[in-house]
């Protein structure tokens, strides 16, 4: 399982399921500093959802 910005990734192609989420890029200079807000809800939201059924 992957969860990635861009479902054409290396990941997203060889993982079983992919769920892609989309924003849009945002550079500082040369830094990537695209959030990772997206992520993260859905982490948290997966691992409460599992704790519910445990």
Known sequence: ??????RQSTIAKISDINIPYYVNEEYYESANITTQFPVLF???W???EVSKHE
């Open 42 to 44: 859905l982490l948290e």
């Open 46 to 48: 997966m691992a409460r």
């Open 1 to 6: 399982m992957s969860i990635t910005n861009n």
